[in-house]
């Protein structure tokens, strides 16, 4: 299981401000998936409005991040980004911001916009309202009135950069600057297999040279066409390896600037692993690793049946490794993150990743 991006294209590496917050953001949404960040996470302190700010709007970043938060174009401010993001039109926009919210690629199958089609803006609100009701409430009203909400996100994103991120981003800005020029040094002195294997092992050049291949689970396939790709470092993302793969979207690879690994014990994961024996259940749980899910959610991302999800989904929940929570007429799958953890550094990168 792989997602592969034809180069067609220059390759770069660059650092974004604009990245880097959402990368924070992200660990401040779901501080389990970042341990290794847990001080940084607590010592944040945000006022009243801020924080209810961040929970209205949190759909673009906690489960996954929305396209137009990792630039292609990296620029040198965070504000010189928020002004590219201001240039996207609002159907890009909206459609990326949806995707998110839902936490499902189905919106990308609505066809016509949401923002001018009665019925594609009814079946966009459907999914969201599966996701809960505040994702059906800002789905409603992004759809209601676009700009406002747009505007209302960058000034969120602007109130973080005073609040936490400004200080936070001078103590990694030139981390992730000297990581940049390492990688293209390494580049010009030894190639670009050599550059991509030191961004990380689940980063490879096909054979051939003109295919980057990310090791995730999930089979996709995208193509950098002329404008090429761009990798962004960050001190925040880990164990995350995140790609911005989506038709219309130039592909972004934001990477840990050092990765977490650590040897599997064996011993520890003997009585578990028969439970993930099973290449469908790894993509299920790699699904759910972005959030909660319903069995018919993800049934609709792997195309399966949803009497087949649930087998599965009873196999994992026998091994404990998924609790459920009922939330009205839908029960919620979730990962059960720390017996996942026992299972061993390797594993739970390859999940989260």
Not at 106 to 131: F, H, M
Not at 332 to 344: I, V
Request: hydrophobic share 45%.
């Amino acid at each position: 299981m792989t997602l592969r991006i034809d180069l067609g294209g220059p390759l770069r590496f660059a650092v974004s401000p604009l990245a880097e917050l959402t990368a924070m953001l992200h660990v401040l949404a779901e501080p389990g998936h970042h341990p290794q960040l847990a001080g940084w996470a607590s010592g944040v302190r945000v006022g009243p409005e801020l924080a209810e700010r961040l929970r209205e709007a949190e759909f673009l970043w906690r489960s996954s991040q929305a396209d137009f938060l990792l630039p292609a174009k990296p620029r040198p401010t965070l504000a010189a980004e928020l002004d590219d993001v201001d240039r996207i039109d609002d159907d890009a926009y909206v459609t990326a911001a949806l995707v998110s919210t839902c936490g499902s690629n189905r919106v990308r199958a609505i066809t016509a916009s949401p923002l001018t089609d009665p019925a594609a803006r009814e079946r966009a609100l459907d999914l969201a309202q599966a996701r809960g009701p505040r994702q059906e409430a800002f789905a409603e009203r992004l759809l209601t009135d676009p700009a406002a909400v747009r505007a209302r996100v960058r000034e969120t994103l602007e109130q973080c950069a005073e609040a936490f991120f400004d200080v936070a981003w001078a103590s990694v800005a030139a981390q992730l600057t000297a990581d940049v020029r390492r990688k293209s040094d390494l580049r010009r002195q030894r190639g670009l297999r050599a550059a991509l294997a030191s961004v990380s092992g689940a980063i490879t050049l096909s054979p051939d040279g003109d295919r980057v291949i990310v090791d995730k689970l999930q089979d996709k396939a995208t193509a950098a066409h002329e404008d090429g790709i761009t990798f962004l470092p960050s001190a925040f993302a880990g164990p995350h390896l995140v790609v911005v793969h989506a038709p219309g979207w130039q592909p972004v690879v934001q990477y840990p600037v050092a990765e977490q690994a650590g040897p599997v014990s064996l011993d520890t994961v003997t009585l578990r692993l028969e439970a993930l024996a099973h290449p469908i259940r790894l993509r299920l749980l790699r699904t759910l690793a972005r959030g909660p899910h319903t069995t018919g959610e993800l049934a609709h991302s792997w195309e399966l049946t949803a009497p087949e999800v649930s087998r599965h989904l009873a196999v994992l929940r026998r091994a404990g490794l998924l609790t459920a929570q009922r939330d009205g007429r839908y029960v919620r799958y979730s990962l059960n993150l720390p017996d996942l953890t026992a299972l061993g550094a390797d594993l739970l990168a390859a999940v989260l990743r």
